[in-house]
């Protein structure tokens, strides 16, 4: 646990970012730091291997997804990793082709996601990937359009969980965070 504390300790905290009354927690500081960045992703590897393959009906992870922007910085390389595909999720209007969308709610505000509508097959094993998880609504969303797509999330994975908003309760599959704060 060591490693955690490290990371936790690299954070960057700015308050009132991006609007007054939001505490903003910033990970570039740890992407910056290799030997930290690799402790992170082997945090998350040996959870997915230990935790949610073995309950895995397949054994394997079939897709990554990441959600717009920071979970493009970490699920290529957990899909990587783990022989998997990465699929991104992306706010509205970004991406090419036919999407299937879902709106949520945010901590300050509403939003929508969207993603490819052959990027996950049906039946397929998925791992969801943010940087941080508040209210669980964009999470609850990308989850919403795995399961628009017939795929299953087995897992959400986070650097940070904000405890008392309580996001994980939102979710369809069990969460992981690396910090809890």
Known sequence: MADIAHLKSLLGVHPDFPQKGIVFLDLFPILRDPVAFESLITAFLQHVFSVVIPRTPSRKIDVVVGLDARGFLLGPILALRLGAAFVPVRKVGKLPGKVVSATYEKEYGTDSFEMQEDAIKPGQS????????????????????????????????????????????????PTFSLIED
Do not use: Q
């Not at 609504?137 to 904000?162: H, N, R, T």
């Open 126 to 173: 998925v791992i969801v990937i943010d940087d941080l998880i508040a209210t669980g609504g964009s999470a609850k969303a990308a989850g919403e359009l795995v399961a628009k797509l017939g795929g299953k999330v087995e897992a959400y994975l986070f650097i940070i969980e904000i405890m008392f908003l309580k996001g994980s309760a939102a979710l369809d599959a």
